[in-house]
């Protein structure tokens, strides 16, 4: 995988080729690979993807009750057509909302870049997939942006909440889903780094502080901020906005800041929300209950 | 573009799109399944009997996390991204398979960590202990009591064998023979001229009876051929 995100766009600027040819081409030669196996895998991550949000079930709720229903909830204020952020906006939130319910609820869905963030990539594609009607091959080719942008932030950084926090996991996600939004809207390699970096920036230093230890509170509701920071990060990048720092130094200060991060509020359950009187109040119940769930 | 160092060694594409699994922890649940996979594998038959014990993390939140649920779906030889791992359990009694869990301490250990003792159909037994070191990626950490450290990601082939002289050139020598390169190859033993065991991951998949062939050698006690792709 790339090292950089200023590699994958000389790369693209050389060979005048689109940002997801410079990634698919390197799974390739990484996995020695045609191109049309590398292909349909991917598609099928895809298809995975709008099975598990087609797959969501309103009625169920997670092992420790504290995850289930505001799928549901969201689905049906958005039908009711008078949210705030407008109908579109309110598809992102509600997909983001039910696929991070989903996995809280031992679901199938697909890690990306992780199973706590899972939701926010899909929210953003399966929307614009409905807005726009793009075919399930262009979403395909979105789906290599996310998957390369993730690939320089394992390079760079790291994508788990134990390593850097909630960034890592949310960050990333969200970084991947802007670059991909910009790509299926027909910006160049250079406007969808700057996508992924302006998302990135926006949720740096966000901690990781799930209550009872557990994939629920906050992280489901994260995903929805995941996804509507990478739509309006790419709304930006496509209006021609750029990050004054790089977008590779913007991915290396989250490794930085997740270096600095204090290990209770990385994963361990013991800091941020975990800490509060609720939070502790939902862990010692769980606890009660026999080792949470 | 292949990067010297890092936390993306060794990753591909899939790893960050993917894997598709059943939630909610690519390390506390997707991990936990592919520890059982690999002790059902390493023991080489249907397991009947599972006593599981769960350390750190996996003890503190593995409930929540489903992760015993996953552990006994991953014996049963259930995949990451079976929708029957939440019900694991009552697919055990329906197989046959008892099992229990403890607390246990382990020393030095990583905090997703567990250690399995399993017994098969035929009344095999096996002592495993693994842990599950993030994006649903895992080490097994000692098999039988002994120290082992490898993924299971290559073709692996676990050699028991008396601690003497000659007996990894042998090894090594008929792998070569047959065409098979060594990727990685690591010896711990119990005490001088005791047990020893030799965990080798290799680049091909190993014939069948290739394995057979490195049993009869003398010195060697068992051979376990561990290809989870297969």
């Given at each position: 995988?790339?090292?950089?995100l ?6 693209a ?22 191109p ?12 995975a ?8 079930d309103p ?49 199938r869905?697909?890690a ?8 926010v ?38 994508l ?19 670059g ?66 790089a977008p ?15 290990a ?26 026999g080792?949470?769930? | ?22 939630g ?27 006593r599981?014990g ?59 960590s ?30 039988d009591?002994?120290?082992a ?11 028991y064998?008396?601690?003497k ?24 033993r ?10 080798i ?23 376990i ?6």
């Amino acid at each position: 995988m790339y090292r950089s995100l200023e590699e994958i766009c000389r790369t693209a600027a050389e060979k005048k080729m689109k940002f997801w040819e410079v990634i698919r081409a390197d799974d390739c030669q990484e996995r020695q690979l045609s191109p049309e196996t590398s292909f349909s895998q991917m598609e099928a991550m895809y298809l995975a993807m709008k099975e598990a949000d087609a797959a969501y079930d309103p009625t169920l709720a997670s092992g420790s009750r504290l995850a289930g229903g505001d799928g549901g909830k969201m689905r049906a204020y958005v039908d009711a057509q008078d949210t705030v952020c407008g109908e579109f906006m309110g598809r992102v939130m509600e997909r983001a909302i039910k696929m991070g319910e989903s996995n809280a609820c031992m679901k199938r869905i697909v890690a990306a870049p992780t199973a706590g963030a899972c939701g926010v990539v899909p929210a953003v594609l399966l929307s614009m997939q409905e807005k726009y009607g793009f075919s399930d091959e262009q979403m395909t080719e979105a789906l290599y942006v996310a998957g390369g942008i993730g690939g320089v932030i394992a390079s760079r950084a790291f994508l788990s909440g134990a390593e850097g926090g909630c960034q890592a996991e949310i960050g990333s996600a969200s970084s991947m889903a802007a670059g991909a939004a910009v790509s299926l809207r027909g910006g160049d390699a250079a406007k969808i780094a700057q996508a992924a970096a302006m998302a990135m920036k926006n949720l740096l230093g966000l901690v990781c502080d799930p209550v009872a230890g557990l994939v629920e509170v906050p992280c489901i509701k994260r995903n929805v901020s995941g996804a509507v920071v990478a739509l309006a990060a790419a709304d930006m990048a496509l209006a021609g906005i750029v990050s004054r720092i790089a977008p590779d130094e913007v991915i290396d200060a989250m490794r930085e800041v997740g270096i600095s991060l204090p290990a209770c509020l990385r994963e361990t359950g013991e800091g941020g929300l975990a800490a509060t009187p609720g939070g502790a109040r939902a862990g010692e119940r769980l606890r009660k209950d026999g080792g949470n769930g | 573009m292949r990067k010297p160092r890092g936390n993306g060694e060794n990753m591909n594409i899939l790893d960050i799109i993917g894997p598709v699994m059943v939630g909610p922890s690519s390390s506390h649940t997707a991990g936990a399944v592919r520890i059982g996979q690999i002790a059902r594998k390493l023991l080489g038959e249907e397991v009947r009997q599972a006593r599981i014990g769960l350390h750190g993390s996996f003890l503190a939140t593995g409930r929540g996390h489903g992760t015993d649920r996953a552990l006994i779906a991953g014996l049963m030889g259930l995949a990451v991204d079976d929708r029957r791992i939440p019900e694991s359990f009552a697919l055990a009694k329906e197989r046959g398979l008892a099992y229990c869990f403890e607390a246990v301490n382990l020393r030095n250990a990583h905090p997703n960590s567990v250690k399995l003792e399993v017994t098969g159909v035929t009344g095999r037994m096996l002592e495993m202990a693994a842990a599950s070191v993030g994006g649903g990626r895992v080490r097994v950490c000692e098999i039988d009591g002994l120290r082992a450290d490898f993924s299971a990601e290559a073709p692996t082939v676990v050699v028991y064998n008396q601690d003497k002289p000659g007996v990894v050139v042998r090894v090594s020598l008929k792998l070569g023979l047959a065409g098979i390169n060594i990727a990685t190859m690591q010896v711990y033993r119990d005490a001088r001229g005791g047990h020893a065991v030799m965990v080798i991951e290799v680049d091909q998949e190993v014939p069948a009876d290739c394995i057979a062939d490195l049993e009869r050698e003398s010195g060697i006690e068992k051979v376990i051929y561990l290809c989870m792709q297969a």
